[in-house]
């Protein structure tokens, strides 16, 4: 542990004693704890309100039964959550996770995490996460259902539009919405911006589906602009991951000149020298929900590889992890710098460990904290809300374009900040310092309580 404050160090120590058990959220804790020293030194104010104590704390967590029918007419029940982690700055906002893996420790991460980046987006939403512990790859589309509408059953009793707004993450994506959001609806009687990633018929915005994917490209050529003169254009790209945030990534990546060799599933790899065909990847993971492997069963020269981790072994000159937390670790990123990595931006959300994270600042690889450049989605997320309240829509183009600037600007301020913080182009201490004083600031006006 490498606190040099102790008044950080003691806060820290709290967190592990009252949560203990949560890896995940005690990992995303500490990385934010740490950059917060220079905040600590300068901003005494912020340090006497008790903001970091209440920032360490999710200002309410529901947890809760999901009882549903299967095929088989058999009970099934699961455990669903939603961590509503701060509403200092606008209401809840943040996604829903379904994966066996999920558990209070992961959901209490991601809300920590959501509620920095949401403030980066310089919109006006708090940070809030959820899901369940389901598993939808061995179910049939009546049992999705089934379980999202008996999970939105009880959710509608805590979101609103202006109190909470969940949207989608693993294992949630316009279907799931839609089946949530149709319940909502029917119990609530009322049709409003309530859920986001909605389908484009029924109060969607453009460019949400493609927006983590197409934002974490912004935020990418933005810093390798800026920082090195350089851009994606001949660049070669591996992605893991072949979700939501991979595919888009992957798309605009290719659009801005790079070429993408590689991508995953948790099963494993696909390698393609001549570059990915997307739309093979979008027609088995989109339409038929199959398994990244047959990619390699369809596209001549194509190589497939059992296990998801092997893909970092892949030469690349900008590496983009878009599939979940801690799947680089120190060896693997060791292995990504002995081949030449020169960039590497995260798409999920925690997906470089501790260990990853040094080796890359040792290497003076190019990295940006998910936090930063991952918040397109959230941020075309709020432009959906705000297009609902103004019962309105803007074109693709438009809404691209808004997603292109809040983008730059995530960069630009967490650059400043960590220049004006005495770490200058350390884009993680950067991204944490200009995420947290807005919501410090907020919490701070507002008084003590939440
Ligand atoms: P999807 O469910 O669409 O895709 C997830 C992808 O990651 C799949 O290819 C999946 O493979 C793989 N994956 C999931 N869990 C594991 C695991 N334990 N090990 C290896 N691979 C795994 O999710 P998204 O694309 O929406 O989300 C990906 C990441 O991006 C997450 O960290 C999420 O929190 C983050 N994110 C998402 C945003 C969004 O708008 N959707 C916004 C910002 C961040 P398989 O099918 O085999 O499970
Ligand atoms: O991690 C994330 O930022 C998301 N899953 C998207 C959240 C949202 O509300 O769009």
Known sequence: MSFQSQYLLSVYQAVCQRNAGEPEFLQAVQEVLESLEPVVNKRPDLVKAGIIERLVEPERMIQFRVSWVDDKGEVRVNRGWRVQYNSAIGPYKGGLRLHPSVNASILKFLGFEQ???????????????????????????????????????????????????????????PREIGFMFGQYKRLSNEFTGTFTGKSLYSGGSWVRKEATGYGLCYFAQEMLSHIKQDSFEGKTVVVSGSGNVA????????????????????????????GIDLEVVKQIKEVERGRIKSYAERVPGAVYTPGCGEIWSVKCDVALPCATQNEINGEQAQQLVNNGVSVVAEGANMPCTPEAVEIFRANHVLFSPGKASNAGGVAVSSLEMCQNSMRYSWS???????????????????????????????????????????????????????
Request: glycine share 12%.
């Open 115 to 173: 509620t920095f980046k949401n403030s980066l987006t310089g919109l006006p939403i708090g940070g809030a996460k959820g899901g369940a512990d389901f598993n939808s790859r061995d179910k049939s589309e009546g049992e999705v259902m089934r379980f999202c509408q008996s999970f939105a059953t009880e959710l509608t009793k805590h979101i609103g539009a202006d109190t909470d707004v969940p949207a989608g993450d693993i294992g949630v994506g």
């Open 247 to 274: 595919i888009y990534a992957s798309e605009k990546a290719a659009q801005l000149g790079a070429k993408v060799v590689a991508m995953s599933d948790s099963d494993g790899y696909i390698y393609d020298e001549n």
């Open 396 to 450: 693709f183009e438009e809404v691209d374009a808004k997603l292109k600037w809040i983008m730059a600007n995530i960069f630009h301020n967490a650059y400043q900040a960590s220049e004006e913080f005495d770490h200058k182009g350390d884009l993680v201490i950067g991204a944490n310092i200009a995420g947290f004083l807005k919501v410090a600031e907020a919490m701070k006006w507002q008084g003590v309580a939440y």
